[in-house]
């Protein structure tokens, strides 16, 4: 049973438009959520976090919207560029946890092309 | 640069023949991790070590172990891989366990099983 789901395998989009990747969370526990990236052949790479005390957190071009109530949070990329093609996880953890729940729990990814 | 290396990239074993992947870290960092990530699945965790600390993950078969002789090494041993153990293998530290750490990942090994 996935407790962090990213229902679009794949997404494209033109460069210098926005993208939009989503991903939804059964655990009402987690309280800390990530975003990684991971290029073909490379491990993945952190790019933006958000805690639940927060519904918004934002690093450049890309922002991280969460809504606890939905259980749902979203990464935008705005402008999208073609060096943003890569899959993108998403991943929650529970961060207060006395035991050791502490470990992140990942989605499947999503595939963003970005095309020129 | 700082980072975090798995050697060999790509290992071939047969069914059954036991097997070593290798990473190391110049970031010294007190948490190392191994995930296995098959096709078009979410990495999954399989154990971690917080410095010399163990930490199994309770459904990670017994096939699966792991050692930390030091700070900057951590070995994942697959005592007698199956063909279902063909996956990639991903490395990660993080300064500490708490998921405010981000994990820096190494580039991973793909395996094999003949």
């Known amino acids: 049973d996935q407790q962090v789901k990213q229902n679009s395998p794949s997404l494209s989009v033109q460069e210098g438009r926005i993208s939009i990747l989503n991903c939804d969370y059964t655990?009402?526990?987690?309280?800390?959520f990530l975003w990684y990236k991971k290029y073909p052949a490379e491990g993945p790479t952190f790019l933006i976090s958000?805690?639940?005390i927060k519904d918004k957190n934002e690093d450049g071009r890309f922002t991280v919207f969460l809504n606890k109530s939905a259980k749902h949070l979203s990464l935008h990329i705005v402008p999208s560029q073609p060096g943003d093609s890569a899959v993108y996880f998403c991943?929650?953890?529970?961060?207060?946890?006395?035991?050791?729940?502490?470990?992140?729990?990942w989605g499947l990814g999503t595939s963003l092309a970005v095309n020129p | 640069d700082a980072m975090v290396i798995q050697n060999p990239r790509y290992q071939v074993t047969q069914f059954g023949k036991p097997v070593t992947l290798s990473c190391s870290q110049t970031?010294?960092?007190?948490?190392m991790y191994w995930y296995q990530q098959k096709s078009s699945q979410a990495p999954k965790l399989l154990f971690h070590?917080?410095?010399?600390?163990?930490?199994n993950e309770a459904d990670t078969p017994d096939n699966f172990q792991s050692r930390r002789p030091n700070t900057s090494f951590c070995f994942l041993d697959i005592r007698s891989p199956g063909l279902g153990d063909a996956a990639m293998y991903l490395c990660?530290?993080?300064?500490?366990?708490?998921?405010?750490?981000?994990?820096?990942f190494g580039p991973g090994t793909r395996l094999t099983v003949l």
């Open positions: 991943a929650a953890s529970e961060t207060f946890d006395a035991g050791n729940n502490r470990k992140l729990i």
């Open positions: 655990n009402s526990m987690f309280d800390y």
């Open positions: 958000i805690s639940s």
């Open positions: 970031l010294n960092h007190n948490v």
């Open positions: 070590y917080y410095d010399k600390d163990f930490n």
């Open positions: 990660a530290t993080s300064r500490d366990i708490n998921p405010y750490n981000e994990q820096f």
